[in-house]
């Protein structure tokens, strides 16, 4: 665990890069199996599904932690610590809210998911799709930055979509809806799917921070 | 994009402080549209303040990231980098409570909202008042501090001030209102309206802070 | 409140020890009444327990902004200034959310607290327990990680049981619960119990960190 003196000191190595790229590919085998598991409505296969993203989320929170790790012990970063330590602190954030809404979706086992429920989750893939591809760019946008800016742009405006979709549901949910229990099992999962994608869109929002401060 | 060697060392400029000014202004049109939108009860109504706020939010969002983009390009800033982040993003979750009260409005369609709701959103505006006044000694607090301590024990005040009506009426609410649904809708428009006002005093710690520091 | 020159400069004090000790001290009075009021039943005494619990936040509250103060106006720390201010301020939510929790019983007035909820009460006890001693090794982990290693693993393993506790327990609430509102008002108070042992934990990560960096 010593950092010795010289290791401190190494020049900056691109490390981090594939660390994150790891770190994004974790959240696109919880997002899949996310979209997936809104296809299967038994308490047994949502619980099944539950441990799998649970899974995957512990091995997001490891990777995670890996870096902080890393950033912790080495001297020279490629961006600004907080930049890394944000950047993968927020991915890991998307990874828990996936975790969240599929914990949620087994605890309370509601009536099968809406086409809503059904469409933000594959909005949190989408979104999951397009982090992965940015962690591409990070050792090549200072020079070509057209890409990254793409996907932040991307990121954005899924975002718009995904506060589109939840609020028509909600609303209509609150009109329609007359069982009370039913209406807040299907609420909460909701936010939770919508809060999802606001951390998918805080990663996009550091990123375009990067290329404002590198590019 | 780019910044020249020379930008990022010249001399400390106080840009910062009408960036954040223009923030609090910002902020200052949201809690006036807040209070106004409680007065009006049709769907329609709601929905058009909601449409207005969230346009706001949105030029609040930019003003934000116009100060983050700042951040990065400059060198040298009037206080330490961290605390001029924390300022702009804590003032813009302040608006952010706002436009979420105004969407739970808009979305859950409750019955006119009740005086200590009114009174919420009363506080709320008070609060913006003392953030923009508050951002006019930012240049001048070092030397006469008196001012900006006066304005930081007024957030705390209103704050708890806020939390007796939240605590109050939602004891009140769980205590006589039999209609699940409207409960639910109620007490998470009342929740987000006392977050937001918790999110006002954080910007007077912030401020706090910046006078043990700095002054 | 001026900073002299050389009192910035002054040689590094281990002042923040006794500091974060005293902090972790409050959490573990907060958490000790916890426990206590959830033996009690009655609207009086529920909120006779808030209100001390609400004053023990408050007293949390200002030894942690004395911490940050100290943090403004020291020049060299024991740890870099972040980690010093993470823990602190990560300590401080442990104390909030107990307070929450606390406001949360008091003002929803629910049926007495299920087992289930006076277990999560009890492992956040042990939760403030193993911050309390962990705050005991910050001077001499750097050479003897061992034990603050041993406390960082407890609060794993404690958050991990809150997590089985919590969702067992909604779980069996939404099956069996057919009066809407008191599933509503247990609930959210578990839901708070639940993320209070999630903010102990965070605490567990902030110390792993420090021994990854600098033992």
């Known amino acids: 665990m010593k950092n010795s003196f010289f290791s401190r000191f190494t020049p900056q ?11 994004s590919e974790i959240l696109m085998v919880s997002a899949d199996l996310l979209v997936e ?14 441990k799998r993203i649970k899974d995957i989320e512990r091995e997001g929170d490891k990777q995670t932690h ?8 080495t001297f020279i ?22 975790n969240s809404s599929a914990k949620r979706i087994t605890i ?8 809503s429920g059904k469409e933000l989750s594959r909005l949190i893939r989408q979104e999951a799709q397009y982090i992965a591809k940015a962690m ?7 020079k070509k ?4 800016r793409e996907y932040c742009v991307k990121l954005h405006d899924i975002e718009n979509q995904a506060d589109d979709v939840y609020e028509l549901f909600v609303k209509k949910l609150f009109e329609e809806e007359k069982d009370c229990i039913e209406l807040i099992k299907i ?21 375009r921070n990067l290329i404002v401060k590198y590019a």
């Open 13 to 23: 190595e691109p490390k981090f890069f594939p660390m994150l790229k790891h770190l």
């Open 37 to 50: 598991s809104l296809e299967h409505n038994s308490p047994k296969e949502r619980n099944e599904y539950y």
């Open 66 to 73: 890996l870096i902080f790790d890393e950033l912790g012990k």
């Open 77 to 98: 970063t490629p961006f600004d610590r907080e930049d890394i330590h944000d950047l993968a602190s927020t991915i890991d954030d998307v990874i828990d809210g996936i």
């Open 108 to 115: 309370y086992n509601p009536r099968p998911i809406s086409d």
């Open 136 to 142: 591409d760019e990070l050792e090549t946008f200072r």
């Open 145 to 148: 930055p057209t890409a990254l």
């Open 187 to 207: 609420k909460e999962i909701m936010q939770e799917l919508e809060k999802t994608t606001d951390a998918a869109e805080r990663v996009g929002k550091i990123l």
